[in-house]
């Protein structure tokens, strides 16, 4: 028997299903009772026939308006319950995930929001952005909505109940503690000491109530007291930056020092004769070991992720090269007869045969070196005319993986990403050339997904980013370990979780497929340009279109570009060429309106040419990825199975929500993290 306002609730929902209807009904109920209320109403309606889908529905609308009138609390309650009505929904997932952010915004700026600095409706603006452009919340705030950052530290500061502390470079860092951590753990956990003395060891972190990261910390610094404080994410990378620039790696112009005094060795003439000889200084030659170890520091030191050392018999010299955020740049030149001795160095040091110069060789070098943490190169020599050796080192610096949410992912992929992986089995993809981030992005993955109740097993060539947890085996053509017949073993291992670092031919490709169709998870990648083409290429290899269908659950492509400094990029109004191009591409795409006074950013200009001393001149620093994701959805999986050209797979894909390489790229370029001539060079256009 319903009560007196229950029988009114009744009668109300008579009337017509709204959500007016609804808010109409809380008014008859205390506060308390509010939540008691969704059940009610919930049990109602069902029991009168409404389906489950409509109900949620319903809530959907509910929850906006609840959030409108500022019950923040009583709208995520509701979308909960739609979610146990509809779990198939993604918009009641993508609310509550907002919503929650927004819960979290609001308590920790109702400083500011008492004060009028900020409303509701602007902080859900500053998130969304904050979201797309990756970047920290507060940063937002005080750059785009000019909220000075001592009024935002106030607020942080009473959330917290701890100190806020600002960037500042004139603050001396405890290098001893430092040193002793590596630079890419720093920034991926967001924290650095900031002082050590008799009251203990001060530690400034974005988010003191972390209790894994604080307690990490406890763990990790091992001091009788530590002292938390609050501040921004960009602002600790600031700090760490700056306590990494002091740490001396090798002491500034050493190596321009050791170039200058090798230029007395005697010239060497070479003729063009056949069969003539040149006489290299020896590999044990003190100079030469110095000169290689500076170097590798010094690539270590610039952030290179590979360094290039290329002999010359036309410029007689040795020239050095350092790729930096994916562009080579010439570090300097050494003279021609330092160059055996320089490849012959780095072959012992991987131990490989250096009286072999007319093959390719493959090897690996672990540096050791007082100051530094330990790290490993790869190296790979290649034979060139005039009998000299070519050789790349690819630097193997190993650290923490990185989480999805840093990946550069738009909203609405990093959404969509979540709910691929969230299936039982099936087959992911991640493509593009190599350098494009894959293998980082894949172990991003693998860090949701890493749980104490599932096995995971990775075959990589090589091991480059380790996890706890992960069984990580590294591939070994030599000896026959290729990855079929890792994959064929892990199949008999019991996993939940498979990565596969390549799918290189017919027989890997199928026993994966097999994988993701007997129940477990399959992670892979593969070279290809985009991420329609990967199924077109799959097909090509020979695979079974219908298991391929069953197995595929979604591909993303990606590349990498360049940030733009941070520093020194400046703002400009594009050319109509350029806004008619970026109108063109974007045309159609879903939450894009541009205007005619839309601004982009590029590199400063100055009389030294590009950029600043921050970014080395280049207006760049760092990199960020752009991406395509491709869904398997039922239309796009019955196209698999008709074995359709890659243009039909193309266009079905965009019909489901697709954004392009080149879309996504315009929307970073649009939210000033790169620039239009930085995406040319990446995508082809």
Known sequence: MLEPKEGYCAELLKKGLTSEGLLCLLELYS????????????????????????????????????????????????????RELDSSNIEITKKIQLLSSLSGAL?????????????????????????????????????????????????LSQFYKCPFLAYDPNIKLPLEIIRNLKKSFL?????????????????????????????????????????????IREDIEGFIEKSFEEINITKSGTLDQMVKSLENLPDITLEEEEGEQISFVDESNSQVVKLVDQIILLAYKERASDIHIEPSTVTKRVHVRFRIDGVLKEITQVPLALAGGMISRLKIMSNL?????????????????KGIPEFELRLATIPIVGGLEDAVLRILAKGGSMRLEEMGLTLENLLTLREIIAQPYGLILVVGPTGSGKTTTL????????????????????????????RQVEVKPKIGLDFAR????????????????????????????????????VLSTLHTNSAPETITRLLDMGLNPLNFSDAFLGVLAQRLVRRLCSKCKEPYFPTPEELQFIERELKGTKGIKLTKDVTLFRPRMTEEGPGCSYCSHTGYRGRTAIHELMKGTKELKRLIRKEAPTEELFLQAQ??????????????????????SELRRVVVT
Do not use: C
Not at 353 to 369: A, N, T, Y
């Open 31 to 82: 506060l308390r009772d509010r939540d008691s209320v969704i059940e009610l109403i919930t049990n109602y309606l069902l029991s009168e026939g409404y389906e489950s889908q409509s109900v949620a529905e319903l809530y959907l609308k509910f929850a906006d308006d609840l959030k409108a009138l500022g019950d923040i609390r009583l709208a995520m309650n509701v979308l909960k319950k739609a």
């Open 107 to 155: 308590e920790r700026f109702k400083g500011l929001i008492n004060k009028g600095r900020i409303d509701i409706p602007e902080l859900e603006k500053a998130i969304k952005m904050a979201t797309e452009s990756q970047r920290s919340l507060e940063y937002t705030l005080e750059k785009d909505f000019g909220i000075p950052k001592h009024e935002i530290g106030e607020a």
């Open 187 to 231: 920034i991926h956990e967001h924290w650095v000491p900031i002082s050590w003395g008799a009251d203990g060891v001060k530690v400034l972190i974005d988010d003191p109530f972390d209790l894994k990261r604080t307690g990490g910390i406890k763990g990790l610094l091992r001091s009788a007291k530590i002292t938390f404080l609050v501040g």
């Open 353 to 369: 045969d250096i009286s072999e110069k007319r093959l390719p060789q493959d090897g690996k070098i672990v540096f050791r070196r």
């Open 443 to 470: 172990h991003a993955i693998l860090g949701e997904l890493n749980k104490p109740g599932v096995k995971v097993l990775t075959a990589e060539d090589p091991v480059e980013i380790t996890q706890h947890g992960l």
């Open 486 to 521: 890792v994959m064929r073993a892990f199949l008999r291992a019991d996993p939940d979780i498979i990565m596969i670092g390549e799918m290189r031919d017919h027989e890997t490709a199928s026993i994966a497929i097999e994988a993701s169709l007997t129940g477990h998870l």
């Open 655 to 676: 019909r489901d929500g697709m954004l392009t390489l080149r879309q996504d790229g315009l929307l970073k370029v649009l939210n000033g993290i790169t620039d239009l």
